[in-house]
């Protein structure tokens, strides 16, 4: 034997969807009548005390409201798929990030290392330039 659904709303003590505690639920569907859906609690034998989602005009018969009807935790569980999602795309970003950021800072490395060695090719030569220069004084004195 089936029982008309309990027009009850979720105690305060547990109300809140993400487990804090201040007495409001922060996320509500809209039914078909275009209103925030309420918050009621099964009371048939095989889901007695299962919370539910429905529409707040309907009063116990299918002439009243527009019927709509969710289980409550199908929508949490749709919820913490879109976070984890959510959260899963923004790992993949960042990684992308830090991927194209250590190849940039391994391209200055060689980037620098090619300097260092210009900066090297440079002293050898200017000390070539000053011994030259040197020699060329030194013997000039000679003459």
């Known amino acids: 034997m089936m029982k008309e659904a309990s027009s009850e709303i979720r105690s305060s003590y547990d109300c809140n969807r993400d487990g804090s ?11 078909g009548c275009g209103e925030s859906a309420v918050l009621r609690r099964a009371t048939t034998d095989t889901n007695f005390g299962k919370q539910f989602w429905g529409c707040r005009h309907y009063k116990g ?7 709509y009807f969710q ?25 992308n990030e830090l991927d194209g950021a250590k190849m940039e800072i391994h391209h200055l490395k060689e980037r620098k290392d090619g300097l260092k060695h210009k900066i090297m090719e ?14 060329g004084k030194d013997s000039s ?3």
């Open 21 to 31: 505690l201040d007495g409001k639920l922060r996320w509500r569907p809209i039914c």
């Open 61 to 67: 018969s299918s002439e009243s409201g527009c019927g």
């Open 71 to 95: 289980w409550f935790f199908d929508d949490v569980v749709d919820e913490k798929d879109q976070f984890i999602k959510k959260q899963n795309n923004r790992l993949e970003k960042l990684q």
């Open 122 to 135: 440079l002293q050898i030569e200017m000390k070539k330039m000053k011994n030259s220069q040197k020699n």
């Open 141 to 143: 004195l000679l003459c």
